[in-house]
């Protein structure tokens, strides 16, 4: 099962029908994407092959500025080469970004051609973008960027159109399809593609679920009990968080492993509905905003950074009666959550 079907089961059915105005029962969530999308620049799908990237060029733009800011770029007179150039700058010390990782990222950007500064997460009030690595959450310029580089580095980022905004370029920006993109791209931080919260679980009562942790890929090992499902949403730690308090409209990273409550009911085992394990790596996602179920941005928002939840999500929170493949009308939901960062 491809990585967009299984993360399609988390979306709220609500989204698929939003700017509609219609009550009719929600359509199965469609393979091209399941949740409104973290603010992050996108390039048209008919973008051209992304070229092979290099490490220097004969003439290349030039970083000041010191950490923990905005990096100044000048561009040289003479026009691009055309070669996609992936140039560390500044070498930090943290861990790599691999694919399956997710990589925070602030970036200050300019048009080769006019010398315009592109918005972006340095601006006055923006974030940091969270992005998958590896897995086309992102423009292949910063995607690139970050793999193989440590939290802590600097990258200078050459990107010819098909490695940022196509050979449609961005009207919005005043980018056009021959527009040579600059990137300094400050790394933040990396979570592991196999990160859980560390600590020792609670035990819980004998009513819910008992829940193993792999330590090795980061999924729940979920052993449902033999007998009805709560009718309302519960919520319990496994591990106190230490962190910050999540807040409505932050961007979490998750590992997250979900069951159906009837499907797996007196099980030794409960089969699995999705993981982030099957997804590739962990989540990010805006929470308490609607962008997910009901039942996950009721049940993090008010948690602890560092922490592991378990909510059992009546379907009027998940699912309701039209569900997506695989999950049975008015299912309850057992979701595991370990909240590795809040961004």
Known sequence: MSTRRIAALLMTPALVLVGCGSDRPAEEPRPDGWHRPLPAPSAPARTRSVPAAVRTDSVLPELSGGSGGPAVISIPKSAPSGKFV???RTAG???AARTGDVAVIRYTAKVWRTGKALPGPYDKGARPQVFAVGRGATLPALDRAVQGQRAGSRVLVVAPPASAYGSTGSARLGVTG????VYAVDILDVVGARAIVP????SLPDALPRVRMNKGDGTATVTVPDRAAPEGLVVRNLV???GPVVRAGQTLVLQYTSVAWGASRGKDT?????SSRADGGPLPVVIGRGDVIAGWDRALVGRRVGGRIVAVIPAKLAYGSHPPKGLAPGETVVSVLDILAAV
């Open 199 to 202: 600590g020792e679980q609670a």
């Open 93 to 95: 010390h943290g861990p």
């Open 240 to 242: 106190d968080g230490r």
């Open 270 to 274: 409960a089969e699995l509905l999705h």
């Open 86 to 88: 992936v140039a560390p």
């Open 178 to 181: 021959e527009d040579t993109v």
